[in-house]
């Protein structure tokens, strides 16, 4: 292996080995999507943002909406897609030395599938379903993660961007399901509560607004990069 830091990436390529892989991790409302546009400019990167819109649209129906609206009902239908599609995500071929991904099958089942078991949405023998899923996958399919990046909010601020942006299905979404779902990536990411946190976190300070907000992104570029400062 070349052992010069700075074409590491190219030779990693060469080699025909992993891409460096990076999931981008957050509250809703974090600027996960900011965070990954932010890398656009650069070459070499696979941006893989959120199957939200698949979510959205299967086959006409909106499950994410069908989800909010029924949550007792659709819960457990939603998060069975969600990470169908999130394999998916993880298994794409990527050409590129980096890939950087929005979310993970990890904050489905750690932070919003916890948050649906323990508020008792989903019946425990709906959540054994997912986690058999989950912890099969875990066993049998190699997931690559080299960094996770946190993007670190206050939950009255990811409140009320959510408000602004005023997305139809989160209409509904109370402040408390916000603090709780802050409450469980603080235990997955910071805490460590499970057993799997795939890689090193890095933390960023996700509350400044976007005009400040790209210094801060800046802070993380040469690691997601593995570039010399
Ligand atoms: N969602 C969910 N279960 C998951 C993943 C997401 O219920 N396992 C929901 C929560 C949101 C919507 O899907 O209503 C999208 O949430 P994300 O936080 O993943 O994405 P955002 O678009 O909010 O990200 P950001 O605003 O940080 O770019």
Avoid at 83 to 99: A, D, G
Avoid at 186 to 210: F, G, K, S, T, Y
Wanted: net charge negative; charged share 25%; hydrophobic share 40%.
């Amino acid at each position: 292996v070349c052992n010069i830091r700075s074409c590491h990436n190219k030779c990693a390529m060469a080699m025909n080995s992993k891409p460096f892989t990076v999931f981008v991790e957050g509250n809703i409302g974090s600027g996960k999507t900011t965070f990954l546009e932010h890398f656009r400019r650069f070459e070499d990167i696979t941006l893989l943002t959120e199957p939200v819109e698949e979510w959205r649209n299967l086959k006409g129906w909106n499950l994410l909406d069908l989800m909010y609206k029924d949550t007792a009902k659709w819960a457990m239908t939603f998060q069975s897609y969600v990470s169908l599609t999130m394999l998916e995500m993880h298994q794409r071929p990527t050409p590129t030395p980096v890939k950087l991904m929005e979310r993970s099958l990890y904050s489905a089942r750690y932070c919003f599938v916890e948050h649906m078991m323990r508020s008792g949405t989903i019946h425990p023998a709906e959540f054994a379903v997912l986690d058999e899923w989950f912890k099969f996958i875990m066993n049998h399919i190699h997931i690559d993660a080299d960094l996770i990046v946190y993007l670190k909010t206050t939950p009255s601020v990811v409140y009320e961007r959510i408000k602004k942006r005023a997305r139809s299905e989160e209409q509904c979404v109370p402040l408390s399901y916000i603090e709780e779902l802050h409450k469980l990536h603080e235990d997955w990411l910071i805490n460590r509560q499970h057993a799997e946190c795939p890689a090193p976190v890095l933390v960023i300070d996700a509350d400044l607004d976007l005009s400040q907000i790209t210094e801060e992104y800046k802070k993380s570029e040469h690691q997601i990069l593995r570039k010399a400062v």
